[in-house]
């Protein structure tokens, strides 16, 4: 009779296994890409906060370069052979998955029974193969021509919380570019220093190369802007609004000092 017991419990956790994806998430290397089964870690929790977020339609225009400071150097740009149509361009929010090699997908979220994820074949070509390979089995962000159910990868970038996409979809942001009011050239390095009016909170944030800046996830509300760089006059803004949702567009004209203003011939 214990036996027969002992078996019975035997199978009947086998089953659990199955039903629940447990025991499936164990690592394979293949010619040194680390890839997993089909089956998702992702929590019930996230697999629901992604299944919101896929079909929530402002998805679509967040901007890749203006998502977050955090995001620096996990960017990449994927070139889309003949891609003309930018309404073709979809978003999604996933787990990158692999089950062969070379071969990838974007798990958009869990059944609820049988742990099976609801897969979104990714392609790029063959070069890009090993740079999409790193963001696999993280969680990420993924644009691109979308076709037959499948994916031409634009842009993908990595997500490090579900929060960040949450409040990109429902907070503002400002961005600009700074330049020189006279040449209009960019001004890089140029110190940028947001201020909630309402809250008094402070932001920080500095021009890039070609002179752009942005401050993202703001809740709703007034800001006050102030720019600095050596050899320039202050530049200031008394108030810049933010709305959910939208990006306010605040550029930044430097002026430099009258005592250095080069003579007009």
Avoid at 138 to 164: C, N, Y
Avoid at 204 to 226: I, Q, V
Avoid at 243 to 256: D, G, T
Wanted: glycine share 6%; aromatic share 6%; hydrophobic share 40%.
């Amino acid at each position: 009779m214990k036996k027969k017991i002992s078996i019975t419990l035997a199978l009947l956790m086998a089953l659990a296994m199955t039903l629940t994806g447990c025991g499936s998430s164990t690592p394979l290397t293949t010619t040194g890409i680390s890839t997993k089964s089909a089956s998702s870690d992702l929590s019930g929790n996230e697999a629901m906060a992604i299944r919101a977020i896929n079909a929530n339609p402002d998805l679509e225009g967040i901007d890749f370069e203006e998502a977050d400071l955090a995001f620096d150097g996990n960017l990449d740009a994927y070139a889309v052979a003949g891609l003309s149509d930018i309404w073709k361009l979809k978003t999604r929010i996933g787990m990158v998955r692999s089950t062969s090699d070379g071969e990838f997908y974007l798990a958009t979220h869990e059944g609820f029974i049988f742990k099976k994820d609801v897969d979104l074949p990714l392609f790029t070509d063959e070069a890009k193969t090993l740079k999409l390979s790193k963001y696999l089995n993280k969680k990420a962000l993924v644009r691109g021509e979308l076709s037959g159910g499948k994916m031409t990868v634009s842009l993908i970038m990595w997500v490090p919380d579900l929060s960040v996409i949450t409040d990109l979809l429902s907070k503002g942001r400002i961005a600009g570019k700074a330049y020189n009011d006279v040449t209009k050239a960019a001004v890089a390095d140029s110190d940028v220093k947001l201020t909630s009016i309402e809250t008094k909170k402070i932001y920080r944030a500095r021009s890039d190369k070609s002179g752009k800046y942005h401050f993202s996830r703001l809740a709703a509300g007034n800001y006050a802007l102030e720019a600095s760089k050596a050899g320039y006059a202050r530049f200031q803004v008394a108030s810049i609004s933010v709305k959910a949702r939208k990006k306010s567009e605040q550029h930044i004209a430097l002026a430099a000092p009258a005592a250095i203003i080069p003579p007009t011939l």
